[in-house]
């Protein structure tokens, strides 16, 4: 397949999580660390925001962390080193080599025109489909290989979630466009 553009995929979301210490006492890092929150009644971990770049951590006792918000995978490194540093800064001993990766990314496309829904879901496998316009107006079509969840809206706007990449995502877009081509 010749290359096709994706001007209008844009990276909305990366969640990232993983392991970052054995061990982190939340009360001690909660009042040394600006910007870190912990409410134990409302959420078992600390939430530690950070603005360059722009990320919400929520860190966990076990050591573990989950990294949301970010906007560019370049992001991920600098802003995980930031929090890692700032937890060593508050006396927490963290590893040397943070256990992180992306989890899941959300990313947003125009299709440039309208999306027929009631036909989309008479005409696919509805075992991959949901679609209750009562409930909620976009259609769920979950993709199995890459594993992507699509919601697809009339509008044409398609939000797509799952992927650990953006290659992932492109794929589940190439599979999707083309079970939409005969469609619309």
């Not at 925001?49 to 929520?58: Q, T």
């Not at 906007?71 to 927490?92: F, H, N, T, W, Y």
């Not at 706007?157 to 619309?184: A, C, P, V, W, Y």
């Amino acid at each position: 397949m010749a290359e096709k553009g994706y001007e209008s995929l844009k990276i909305e979301n990366i969640v990232a999580s993983g392991v970052i210490a054995d061990a982190i006492d939340l009360e001690n890092v909660s009042e040394k660390i600006k910007n870190c929150e912990l409410n134990t009644k409302r959420f078992p971990g600390a939430v530690y925001r950070i603005e360059n770049p722009k990320i919400a951590s929520l860190i966990f006792s076990s050591g573990k962390v989950v990294l949301t918000g970010i906007r560019k995978k370049s992001d991920l490194r600098p802003g995980l080193e930031i929090i890692m540093q700032s937890l060593r800064d508050a006396g927490v001993e963290t590893y040397d080599v943070p256990q992180v990766a992306i989890t899941n990314m959300v990313c947003s496309y125009d299709m440039g025109r309208y999306i027929n829904l009631n036909k989309v879901v008479i005409t696919l496998n509805l075992e991959n489909i949901e679609y209750e316009p009562e409930q909620f107006p976009g259609l769920v079509y979950r993709i199995d290989d890459p594993k992507i969840v699509a919601l697809l809206f009339s509008s044409g706007k398609i939000i797509l979630t799952g992927g650990k990449n953006i290659e992932d995502i492109k794929r589940g877009l190439d599979f999707l466009e083309q079970r939409l081509e005969n469609i619309m």
